[in-house]
């Protein structure tokens, strides 16, 4: 019911900065929490930051360099700072309504039902 594209991924060297954005459209809500997840090569696709209609989060690898933020219901970024080559990756946004209400955090892949095709995201060493 949520369709989203995400733009904004490149070539960066390391220690620089990329910030990446998400068009949701369809059934979506302010109410709904968005959020970013990324997937390398041989590894899973993990969460990497979230936010509700009043509070975000990150994962731990990149606390203090990211920053997640949102206009509405249908517009999400992520601004990246200080860069790592280990931040190579596609990264993937999502939004839907939490089981638990407005103030749920997603954690896995598995808490939403479908994708988009996501952005590339390499960083040079």
């Not at 994962?59 to 203090?64: I, L, Q, R």
């Not at 790592?84 to 993937?92: G, I």
Request: glycine content about 12%.
């Amino acid at each position: 019911q949520v369709q989203l594209v995400e733009s904004g991924g490149g070539l960066v060297q390391g220690g620089g900065s990329l910030r990446l954005s998400c068009a949701a459209s369809g059934r979506t809500s302010s109410a709904y929490t968005m959020a970013w997840f990324r997937q390398a090569p041989g590894k899973e696709r993990e969460f990497v930051a979230a936010i509700t209609w009043s509070n975000s989060y990150y994962a731990d690898f990149v606390k203090g360099r990211f920053i997640i933020s949102r206009e509405g219901a249908k517009n999400l970024y992520l601004q990246m700072n200080s860069l790592k080559p280990e931040d190579t990756a596609v990264y993937y946004c999502n939004a839907r309504r939490g089981p638990s209400g407005s103030n749920w955090i997603p954690r896995g892949k598995n808490d939403f039902e479908s994708w988009g095709q996501g952005t590339q995201v390499t960083v040079s060493s």
